[in-house]
């Protein structure tokens, strides 16, 4: 079955980076488009940003873009997600995310906190 599993999260302060990983498994993992999306205590869930297959198209949320990095190894199923210059407003629980005609699967989440 479809599997996403998220790490990388942690606590740094703000100005920091962090680099969040995501393993799929059980899907054509290089012929799909994958995304991180994040959901920030007590708000619903937010695009951060895609990759297509063939990792050339990216795209970002403005609130991220120029400080995030989305990027794809397709020979290893993997996903991540490269935040520079970390801000209070990224606390999130971070998920990658994949869609598959009418399905959405998300992983269990990865919690990045930032302390002002």
């Known amino acids: 079955q479809v599997q996403l599993v998220e790490s990388g999260g942690g606590s740094v302060q703000s100005g920091g980076s962090l680099r969040l990983s995501c393993a799929a498994s059980g899907f054509a993992f290089s012929y799909s488009r994958m995304h991180w999306v994040r959901q920030a205590p007590g708000k619903g869930l937010e695009w951060v940003a895609s990759?297509?297959?063939?990792?050339?198209?990216?795209e970002y949320a403005t609130s991220v873009e120029g400080r995030f990095a989305i990027s794809r190894d397709d020979g290893k199923n993997m996903v991540y997600l490269e935040m520079n210059d970390l801000k209070p407003e990224d606390t999130a629980v971070y998920y990658c995310?994949?869609?598959?005609?009418?399905?959405?699967?998300r992983g269990q989440g990865t919690q990045v906190t930032i302390s002002a």
């Open positions: 995310e994949w869609r598959g005609g009418p399905r959405t699967l």
């Open positions: 990759v297509y297959s063939g990792g050339i198209i990216k």
